[in-house]
């Protein structure tokens, strides 16, 4: 059979999926084979796309060391990755039982170093290895739905919470008022923000932040006019209660007159 490629390839058994999760960075120990053969690198693999990144696998075939970094396919089960195209010294990596996700831990697995034939090996050997993998943590996505409700001198702003959370809990939740960039902090929406100027058009955007820092911003929310003697939310409190005790009061002098 004719060498076209030198390939490396791996059987992992890594436990537990965690859809939605952010990507795992793994990262391969060193393996020794016989022939003085090693390798070791890392690599990120992203379950939600089913992608791999940031390949950078070190392949010493016991006279050249060489960096495996291009992708030729990629799969939840499968990645090949050489220093180039064909003819080049490459990694196939298969047979992750069960199929990589992002979960991030501890495995041991088999690796099979060998020749790459374009779709397998030949003449391979194995050893044993191990791979661990740490999740990675990106800032969250932008608030949607953001929508703004005017009071006095105030404005309340609701909004949805975004679909991912960058890997880490989010924190809490900033809104920036325009013009002028007033702001206001909160853990959950619907957060006031205080201080602006009645009669003003304004509108807000909303942040998101985690252990990585902040969100880009949301989408502006409507426009919203602060104005005198629009109630506050505490003037709404007490609007409602009075409107309550006032049909309290109506319905007793009701029954008091049917009775009499």
């Excluded at 020749?115 to 290895?129: D, F, R």
């Excluded at 608030?143 to 960058?166: I, M, W, Y």
């Excluded at 959950?188 to 820092?213: D, Q």
Aim: glycine share 12%.
């Amino acid at each position: 059979m004719k060498v076209s490629t030198l390939a490396v390839s791996f059987f992992l058994l890594i436990a537990g999926a965690q859809a939605g999760a952010a990507p795992v960075n793994w990262t391969l120990s060193s393996v020794s084979f016989s022939g003085g053969k090693t390798l070791s690198g890392t690599f990120t693999y992203d379950s939600d796309t089913n992608a791999y990144s940031s390949v950078n696998l070190s392949y010493f075939d016991g006279a050249t060391t060489h960096t495996l970094s291009t992708v030729h396919l990629s799969s939840s089960t499968r990645l090949i990755a050489s220093s180039g195209g064909n003819g080049t010294p490459g990694a196939d990596l298969f047979g992750f039982s069960p199929a990589l996700s992002n979960a991030a831990g501890s495995s041991s697995y088999t690796a099979y170093v060998g020749i790459y034939n374009g779709s397998n090996l030949s003449s391979s050997v194995s050893a044993a290895a191990n791979i661990s993998g740490v999740a990675t943590t990106t800032v969250p996505g932008a608030p949607t739905g953001v929508s703004a409700q005017a009071l006095e001198a105030a404005a309340r702003v609701s909004f949805t919470a975004p679909s991912s959370n960058g890997g880490a809990a989010i924190t809490g939740y900033t809104v920036t008022a325009s013009p002028g960039g007033i702001t206001a902090t909160g853990s959950a929406s619907p957060i006031t923000v205080t201080g602006l100027t009645n009669g003003t058009a304004y509108t807000f955007t909303v942040k998101a932040t985690n252990s990585a820092g902040d969100s880009a911003a949301s989408s502006a929310s409507n426009a919203v006019t602060p104005a005198v003697g629009i109630p506050t939310l505490s003037g709404w409190a007490l609007l409602v209660f009075a409107a309550l005790m006032a049909g309290m009061m109506l319905w007793n002098q009701r029954a008091a007159r049917r009775e009499s």
